[in-house]
């Protein structure tokens, strides 16, 4: 047991929903397992169904045993763990749940003799949030700043406006630093590792700016459909539901200012800072700046694929996006004239997140033309998942009595450097809620920031329906018009290698 955690009672609203069973079975299972739980830590399921402490238990478990990579989970280990885990059946708008919810709380802390921290988990659709957030209020469960955290899942609004509206109601109730924004990007190893890369490196620094970077690619592909989540993505789209937080997140961190020590407000701090730089697009860039793409029928490897249109619960003319690509520009010293592009999509022919920062040609070049006919610029590319490390592409000269240079890989990968298993993103974001440590969770300003940097894109494509969607068939990279929108600048977007062919060669200009 890790003596630094306080003792715990963690309180899941939604606990018989998708959340808790996918993501927070497994995470809390493998938690245990590696000795991350408080010595005293204790779970109230609380939901709208009916149900007993024993349904609870065997739905927690069954998650565990679905998701969690340990495979079906030790009768024994589980036995111990359920024995903490009650379950309270309750209607989120009735005060007698939150009066039944303060009574469990006091039993367990009368049961330890010990004051517990208590961390009230949201795992709930976002138009529930503001009624439970009121009634935690009015029963006054979150007036101890001390002891009392709240967790919030994505999204954080619909747009700036009700961002911070969200924001306001959050802050009525609790003091900022008892609330904690999940973005599980920022749980994931690789991501984290960015700042190490950063930081704890002298090399990379003094070249990390405008005068040796050329740009900065962020490309987020999934294989997936929206799969059961046609109803939510209808309102969401791909920048709502992924630029806005997990692609905006890894910006900051490429381009974040040294961090003057390891604070979470100061690293909070210099995020914002970013965000703030973003140039402002106004909505008559929109169309120059910004794409926006819908998947088609298609092939995913050897399988057909509907149209996103005839995914269940989704309209037969619907506009939401399922692709989107921008381009944004950092305003300051450091990233003046440096465009970031980002890129998301579902249905894409590789799921693959990676980051590639491209550095500029040498400012002369004295090899002879034969000699280099296949230069590539030097690359930086961190791959996030489901490739893990880090991979810097140089030239060098190819063996043999004739001067040719080719492009070569350096290649860092976490699974040969490091051999034990990197925690679930889950896993490390819930250990540091029950830390009390939010540096890998989103600030208000941060979130607020970000909306407002693509409010108009928003604005723009709401105004204006999309003529041609679907533009893009599954198993593809995209619309035409999101290569158009880098081609425009001169550049190309770097296609993410197979897994397979990880060892291989380090030619992936799109074609
Ligand atoms: C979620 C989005 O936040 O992230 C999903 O709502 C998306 O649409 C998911 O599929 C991707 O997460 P990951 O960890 O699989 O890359």
Redo the contacts with the bound molecule.
Sequence with gaps: MTSAMEPTILTIFGSMGDLTWRKLAPALYNLLLAHQLPEHFAVIGLDMKDGSAGEFRLRLRDGASSFCECGPVDEKTWNGFAANLTYISGDFGDPATYAALRKQLDAQEKEWNIPANHVFYLAIPPAIVEPIVHKIGEARLAEDRQHVRIVVE?PFGHDLASAIALNGLLTAVFAERQIYRID??LGKETVQNILALRFANALFEPVWNQRYIDHVQIT?A?Q?GVEH?GAYYEHAGALR??IQ??LMQILTLIAMEPMVSFDADEIRNKKVDVLRAIRPISTEQVQELAVRGQYGAGRMGDQNVPAYRSEPGVAGDSSAETFAAIKLSVDNWRWQGVPFYLRTGKRLKLKA?EVTIQFQPVPHQSFPKTAVLAWQPNRLTIHI?PLEGIRLSLQAKQPGSSLHLSPVDMHFSYQEAFKSKSPE?YETLLADVMLGDATLFMRADQVEATWSALDPILQAWADQKPADFPNYPSGSWGPQAADTLIEKDGRSWLQPIPREDEQGDSSREST
Excluded: F, I, L, P
Aim: proline residues 0%; hydrophobic residues 30%.
């Design positions: 994505k599980h990007y987020v999934e997936v989540r539901d992924m937080n997990h997140s998942q993103a």
